[in-house]
């Protein structure tokens, strides 16, 4: 009999009599075991001691006065609360569970223990614990070799780049193959469309549901990566009236897999070098060569087509209630862009009753000088907005001014995430004023819970991520470090927003307590 | 005593504010011991105990009697108990003064008229109060219902809503974990401490 086994013979012991000293076959066992003798005379002490732990001194008034106390509040109100006569919940994973001693053969304790620490506790026959003993394993001939599922495409072959829009693999085919089981094989990873980041789950550890959920995550964000390039493709070559500088341009924004596969398969002729590219536009301006300080400029920037350029600016001249530029040079509009911006008139009303909301999204190539921290003043300009910016005003100083501002019209800033907009073209950039409204009160209650013996304003900082949860909630103000702040804190971390484009969303808001 | 306990019930279930306050002086003893242990802490079990018997009051219309009262009485209670913990939890832990060891040093300091003794005393329960704290919620209501009110496996089983078997399994893990953390207590008691029988013997005079 083993060590555990012996344990639990002396906890049922306990639970029947209170003591092992009754238990002759079970003593008998233990001297042969002299550590889980010391453990079941330990266990016998631990039992006496809860058995003798105190409770705080009552006096029979005391008594009475909590009776009394309990008649009167009879009629009070209490508090929503789930069915208090249901099983309690303990918010914890299902516990094993022990059946009685003599309903178990004593051969089959240790199996029927492995079983326990399964956590099958059902009674459904479909559930029952297989005994071990019963079913032995089939036998497997050493050499035999595992059954493998076999890949469409081995993990050390070079993947093969071909364009997401080939035949062999089709949004229909993604969605269906998805649908009816869930894959092992990516199949984007079989047509040899390699999506940068993407972990096939076939050899990804683990298994079960959280790793077809995690399939099916990467498996949505690579179906509309691919749909969006493919239709960016298409769009750019009709655009650009079968330039294929555009299809080139287009290519630099894809990652480098999908794009030498785009680049393979949809541009008609090869284009080496910009300088080749230009002139086969044939157009009459001539190209200065870049400086080094203007190749970092716009080194980190996207290419994106003039047409998407104008559209880009118009909707940003639009957005920021900025006058029209005059018809002239290109140059003139973005200067005036480099200008401080007006806030958003959607958050004026939120920022009169004392709360700010700001956008602070994470810019991979600096700020261009506009303030990331301290308190916030209004409305920010997203990442994308503020490095168009920073590039047109540097682009009026070029010397080369008409030329060099086509080119960089042209490499002007794509929105980020571009490619998946197609995706969440419906969500709106971040949320509204009312969706704030709506979020914080949701959490009024939880934070009135939080009044304590301090009272006064805390100024809760919250920044919310695209998904609508928040990422961090920090109290400022008179109430900052105290329990009464955090317990807000805590509070305010379980509001939900809606789903919104931005990166991060930061909104300040004052809860009087 | 059942009987009186069912007429009690009846004109409770009728209204009768008085009928409910005689169930509520004969069970509420119990039901702030078993609030105490859950929660370590005197007066949140006053008021936890003041909640169950609300709820009860509320609820007993669809109390229909296939159990004990009292093993009724236990389920809300421990509702309510694990209510008042996830409350506490979204407190800052820092701020969360241990209410169990206070309550218990002072209990044992009232009760030990030698002041080695107490101090003693102190020190034990504070430690097996303290390691009660550390379980989780469900071995330690489990604990305290079976280990410390005494019920058996089955009351239990139905207090919780869960098989014999969970219940026993609970209890086994609790004790080995208990005993893992008490090493150092229970090893100085080896020589100090009663035996089972006079234990039983002490049980039984009290």
């Known amino acids: 009999m083993t060590r555990d086994e012996l344990m639990r013979q002396v906890s049922e012991a306990l639970d029947r009599v209170g003591s092992i000293e009754g238990d002759v076959e079970l003593l008998r066992q233990l001297q042969s075991h002299p550590d889980v003798l010391g453990w079941a005379r330990d266990v016998e002490r631990l039992q006496g001691l809860l058995e003798s732990l105190p409770l705080p001194a009552r006096t029979e008034a005391q008594w009475e006065a909590l009776a009394l106390r309990t008649v009167q509040r009879l009629g009070e109100p209490l508090w929503p609360m789930k069915d208090p006569t249901a099983p309690p919940q303990f918010d914890e994973p299902p516990a094993p569970t022990f059946e009685p001693r003599a309903a178990i053969p004593s051969g089959a304790n240790v199996e029927r223990a492995a079983s326990d620490a399964s956590g099958a506790t059902d009674s459904a026959p479909e559930l029952e614990p297989i005994e071990l003993h019963s079913v032995p394993p089939p036998p497997q001939p050493p050499s035999a070799p595992v059954a493998i599922p076999p890949r469409r495409m081995a993990p050390t072959e070079t993947p093969v780049p071909v364009a997401p829009t080939d035949e062999r693999v089709s949004l229909s085919e993604v969605l269906s193959e998805r649908r009816v089981d869930r894959p092992l094989v990516d199949p984007l990873a079989g047509a040899g469309v390699v999506v940068p980041g993407m972990r096939s789950p076939s050899v990804a550890p683990g298994s079960g549901a959280s790793v077809g959920r995690r399939a099916h995550v990467w498996w949505a964000v690579a179906a509309a990566s691919a749909i969006a390039a493919g239709f960016g493709v298409a769009w750019l070559v009709t655009r650009s009236d079968s330039r294929p500088v555009l299809v080139e341009d287009a290519v630099t924004t894809l990652p480098p897999s999908s794009a030498s596969a785009v680049s393979r398969t949809t541009a008609p002729a090869p284009v080496s070098s910009l300088a080749e590219r230009e002139q086969s536009t044939a157009s009459p301006r001539t190209i200065a060569p870049t400086s080094a300080v203007e190749e970092e400029a716009v080194g980190g920037l996207e290419p994106v087509d003039r047409a998407s350029a104008r559209r880009f600016e118009a909707r940003y001249d639009e957005d920021e209630s900025i006058p029209a530029a005059p018809p002239g040079p290109p140059s003139a509009a973005p200067s005036a862009r480099s200008e401080t911006l007006p806030a958003r008139p959607a958050y004026d009303e939120l920022r009169a009753e004392g709360s700010t909301v700001r956008i602070r999204s994470e810019v991979a190539s600096g700020s261009h000088g506009r303030d990331e921290g301290g308190e916030a003043t209004g409305f920010e300009r997203p990442p994308h907005e503020r490095r168009a910016a920073g590039t047109f005003a540097s682009a009026s100083t070029s010397p080369d001014e008409p030329a060099e501002v086509q080119r960089r019209e042209r490499r002007s800033p794509r929105p980020r995430g571009e490619s998946t907009r197609g995706a969440v073209a419906s969500l709106p950039d971040v949320p509204s004023r009312d969706d704030v409204l709506a979020a914080m009160r949701a959490v009024e209650p939880a934070v009135a819970a939080c009044r304590g013996a301090r009272s006064g304003v805390a100024t809760v900082q919250i920044v919310v991520g695209s998904s609508g949860r928040v990422r961090n909630a920090v109290v400022t103000g008179p109430l900052a470090g105290t329990p009464e702040g955090s317990c807000v804190a805590r509070a305010v971390r379980a509001a939900r927003f809606p789903q919104f484009a931005a990166d991060s969303f930061t909104v300040t808001f004052p809860f009087r307590l | ?206």
């Open chain 2, 1 to 206: 005593m059942e009987e009186t306990e069912q007429r009690l019930l009846e004109r409770a279930r009728g209204g009768d504010r008085i009928a409910y306050g005689a169930l509520v002086r004969r069970h509420q003893r119990r039901i702030f011991a078993c609030s105490v242990h859950i929660l370590g802490d005197a007066a949140e079990a006053e008021d936890a105990t003041q909640e169950t018997f609300l709820r009860a009051w509320k609820a007993l219309a669809r109390f229909d009697g296939r159990s004990e009262l009292s093993t009724w009485l236990y389920r809300i209670c421990i509702n309510v108990c694990l209510n008042t913990i996830r409350r506490r939890r979204r407190l800052d832990p820092s701020d969360v003064l241990d209410p169990s060891v206070a309550s218990v040093e002072s209990e044992s300091r009232a009760q030990a008229p030698d002041p080695a003794v107490a101090a003693d005393g102190n020190r034990l329960f504070a430690r097996l109060a303290a390691a009660l704290e550390e379980l989780s919620p469900s071995l330690r209501t489990t604990v305290v219902l079976v280990l410390i009110q005494g019920l058996p496996h089955r009351a239990a089983a139905q207090v919780l809503g869960c098989p014999e078997g969970t219940i026993a399994w609970r209890v086994h893990e609790a004790r080995k974990l208990l005993r893992e953390r008490l090493a150092d207590v229970l090893h100085e008691l080896r020589d100090s401490a009663p035996g089972p029988q006079a234990r039983a013997n002490a049980r039984e005079a009290t």
